[in-house]
């Protein structure tokens, strides 16, 4: 299992994951998606930590939950446990799992005691959606200046091509022998979480400027002097993280202006 660990390889940090083929994803019209595993004892992702989890994430959301007297319920029968980690992790700044930014687990002894199960966490993309924007909202920040107002929701497809993606997972691991996959859902959805969202789009890059703001040499439409690059001008954001095409645009960017400003 050491393969799915996140571990230095020729001074390069690298991790394995499962991935949905092209042939899988044109088959069944499905989103890009990866899996990652982590190594978890039998406390790990319990039913208070998971109601927690829920509890939370939809008080950021502005909204109740499905069954939250059920959740409330999980969380103050293990209140103690619950306390006893947050201090861990707020307080005492100790990881209490490996995670993308804690690894080498795979070279621990005694693992095969330690833990009982693996967590699957799952990178998705979403479809590009009109209705998900950056606008400024009406608070004002120390300056005086309007702050954004991030609107981001998952569409129906997203929600869809998660579930049945996870279904192809669970298949696969039987199929393979590597276990049972369990899909843990919020009411009929999948639970989401917030961590590890890039925010893109908002300026996205097409040849028509009624579809998109910018041209593909980054230009804005119209504006022979104005210049825009990162991961506003994608098209669709896939399901990696964005880094590596935000440098190479910007290095692209660079060279389409200085052969620009050679003529």
């Known amino acids: 299992m050491a393969l799915y660990d996140l571990r230095p390889v020729n001074n390069v940090t690298v991790m394995g994951k499962f991935a949905l083929t092209e042939e899988v994803m044109r088959r069944d019209k499905l989103l890009n998606m990866t899996a990652l595993l982590y190594p978890r004892d039998e406390r790990f992702r319990s039913a208070a930590k998971a109601s927690a989890k829920i509890l939370f994430s939809s008080i950021r959301q502005g909204q109740l939950p499905k069954n939250v007297f059920q959740h409330l319920q999980n969380v103050i029968m293990n209140i103690d446990d619950l306390v006893v980690d947050w201090y861990k992790y707020n307080v005492k700044k100790e990881y209490l799992f490996p995670d ?3 690894g080498g687990w795979s070279d621990h002894e005694g693992n095969e005691q330690k833990y009982t199960k693996f967590e699957v966490l799952s990178q998705t993309e979403q479809t590009p959606n009109p209705d998900n924007r950056v606008t400024l909202s009406n608070q ?3 300056l005086g200046c309007p702050q ?3 609107t981001n929701h998952w569409s129906e497809i997203d929600i869809c091509s998660v579930k049945r993606s996870q279904l ?3 298949e ?3 199929s393979a022998g590597l276990g049972e996959l369990q899909i843990e859902l919020d009411g009929d959805r999948p639970v989401a979480s917030l961590s590890t969202h890039h925010n893109m789009g908002t300026t996205r890059m097409h040849d028509d400027p009624k579809q998109g703001v910018v041209d ?3 230009q804005v439409h119209g504006i022979s002097n104005l210049f825009i690059t990162g991961s506003s001008v994608f ?3 896939g399901y990696a993280n964005p880094t590596l095409t935000i440098v190479a645009l910007a290095i692209r960017l660079a060279d389409h202006l200085k052969a620009e ?3």
């Open 148 to 150: 954004a107002k991030l």
């Open 100 to 102: 993308l930014s804690h």
């Open 168 to 170: 192809v997972f669970a």
């Open 172 to 174: 696969e691991f039987a």
């Open 261 to 263: 400003l050679c003529h």
């Open 216 to 218: 593909a040499n980054s």
């Open 140 to 142: 004002l920040d120390k």
């Open 235 to 237: 098209p669709t954001g």
